[in-house]
């Protein structure tokens, strides 16, 4: 079976409710400029967008916070931000998501990230990304550390969302480890192959394609490479399995398992592509609530598929709710 069932799906989201994620990464901020575009500047042959809405919404591990609530467990976000309006801006969408800011430090050597995006008659025109990468340091690095061992205290799973702007380090992702292995949870990681190093032990990594290929030096393109190369990369990192999102193709899930089939594929549940903008946080929230709750491997992964199916076809970075994947199941 590589779908789900109405049924299946029902049970599988009525275990996750509830389930107490720590999501420890990089916060962002994104930012989205809508506007028209109807004349080319004077100055340069580039369009004027005549702004006409913006939003603001959850990026990053933040955004990864946002799914978790939005399925219904209750997410533990830990995450520096900035002593800025931008900080500001992240604690009160986080607030108004029901989500506690207890976990936030504030760093007054880095500011808060943010990325805006700049929309023209419905297709994204430019990003810009406003960042300073580094780790944060001095006070606000000892509450970082402080305030995840304490919070992991209480989680069903840990997630790890590494989006290689600083918040991650091999000293973190150590105490993260122990952490797992005291409470005997799995954790979960979004990697960047610059940290492959890092993510000994882990339970999953979630990487795209291009990411797999790049953490295992192999191509995984077709079915046999992909599986080829997570397998090297599982033993070589002693992972328990990987849950490798490959945009219109679906999911792969692999698994080591001496003597049975390790690599599952499972077809996209998106009808519509619109934008994959924060898809694969989408993918690792419902994978790890899945998992917090117990449930099966693969039933967990075609579980965050559908979710991830949902929130493809939307405008920006979105979540989805129970319902509405359900509807697509």
């Not at 779908?3 to 409710?17: C, M, N, P, Y």
């Not at 702004?51 to 830990?78: D, F, R, S, Y």
């Not at 191509?219 to 046999?224: G, N």
């Not at 490798?244 to 998106?270: D, H, N």
């Amino acid at each position: 079976m590589n779908r789900l069932t109405k049924k299946s799906a029902a049970a599988a989201l009525h275990a996750i409710q509830g389930q107490k994620v720590l999501v420890y990464g990089d916060l962002m901020l994104d930012e989205y400029l809508f506007g028209e575009v109807n004349r080319i500047s004077p100055e340069a042959p580039v369009p004027i967008v005549r702004v006409t809405a913006e939003k603001w919404v959850l990026g990053g591990a933040a955004n990864v916070a946002a799914n978790l609530k939005a399925i219904g467990t209750e997410p533990l976000l830990v995450g520096a931000i900035g002593k800025d309006a931008a900080g500001v801006r992240v604690r009160e969408l986080i607030s108004n998501l029901g989500i506690s800011g207890s976990g936030l430090v504030e760093d007054p050597l880095k500011p808060t990230i943010i990325k805006t995006r700049v929309i023209g008659h419905s297709q994204q025109m430019l990003r810009i990304d406003r960042e300073e990468i580094g780790p944060s340091g001095g006070r606000a690095a000892k509450a970082l550390m402080a305030k995840t061992i304490e919070t992991a205290k209480s989680a069903t799973a840990i997630i790890v969302s590494d989006y290689a702007k600083g918040a991650v380090c091999q000293e973190m992702i150590d105490a993260i480890r122990d952490c797992a292995k005291k409470k005997d949870v799995p954790w979960i990681v979004d990697p960047k192959p610059a940290h492959k190093s890092f993510y000994k032990g882990a339970t999953a990594l979630t990487p795209n394609s291009k990411e797999l290929s790049e953490l295992s030096h192999r191509p995984a393109k077709t079915d046999e490479e992909l599986a080829q190369a997570a397998l090297e990369l599982a033993a070589e990192l002693e992972l328990g399995g990987l849950l490798v999102t490959r945009s219109e193709k679906g999911v792969a899930l692999v698994k080591p398992k001496r003597g049975k089939q390790a690599i599952w594929t499972i077809p996209t549940e998106a009808r519509e592509v619109y934008d994959v903008s924060g898809a694969g946080d989408t993918v690792i929230a419902t994978f790890s609530a899945a998992l917090a709750a117990k449930l099966d491997w693969i039933e967990a992964a075609m579980l965050a598929n559908a979710a991830a199916g949902v929130v493809v076809g939307k405008m920006g970075t979105a979540t989805t709710t129970p319902q509405e994947i359900l509807e697509r199941v």
